[in-house]
């Protein structure tokens, strides 16, 4: 673990080490609140933005060589790749083949259908973390912690509200996962 994170402090700036840092503990701690193994919660919190400072070219470059690319939102916005690049590179370079830090990993940008624990838990830790401060922050803090399924549909309801804002594209798999969620029974309507 120490491994990765002094990895981690060396491939991110000094400002994504610390939201790294600030996922990993949130995961663990959400982990121990929804019997999800805290370690892998932790390590998943770490590696999360793996592949974030890597540019728009080289993502779509990685995108296209391991075959990631289901959208044309991705063309457009190839940020929407770091988690699905990161995943393939931490299995490639670090060896880490654990299909659910993999999956929680590929999926914390967008989410997914049929998110699994440990997905949902690092999609909303990267929301919440303690360096995030937005107006809200501390209510979506309290509904997560009392609803973990909650906290995950209004992040998810957060972000398409902003991307509708910003005439931006919505990717596809945040639909899923928004209707994954209500069609599920875990959350209230
Ligand atoms: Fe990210
Ligand atoms: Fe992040």
């Not at 995030?132 to 509904?143: A, H, K, T, W, Y």
Request: proline share 3%.
């Amino acid at each position: 673990m120490e491994e990765y994170t002094a990895l981690i402090k060396k491939r991110l700036s000094k400002k994504r080490y610390e939201h790294s840092l600030g996922v990993a503990k949130t995961a663990r701690s959400l982990a121990l609140s929804y019997g999800v193994d805290p370690e892998q919660a932790y390590l998943a919190g770490i590696l999360h933005d793996y592949a974030k400072e890597l540019t728009n070219h080289e993502l779509l470059e990685l995108g296209k060589m391991y075959d990631l690319i289901l959208d044309d939102a991705e063309i457009r916005e190839p940020a929407l790749l770091h988690g699905p690049v990161g995943a393939v590179l931490l299995q490639r370079e670090l060896g880490i083949n654990n299909s659910e830090i993999l999956a929680a990993i590929r999926y914390h940008t967008t989410g997914c259908g049929n998110m699994d624990k440990l997905t949902q838990i690092i999609y909303i830790a990267d929301y919440i973390e303690p360096n995030r401060n937005f107006p809200g922050v501390e209510i979506l803090r309290e509904i997560t912690y009392n609803n973990l399924s909650q906290g995950v549909l209004q992040g998810l309801n957060q972000t398409i509200k902003y991307i509708l804002e910003k005439n931006q594209l919505l990717h596809f798999l945040s639909v899923q996962a928004r209707n994954w969620l209500l069609l599920s029974g875990a959350v209230k309507k």
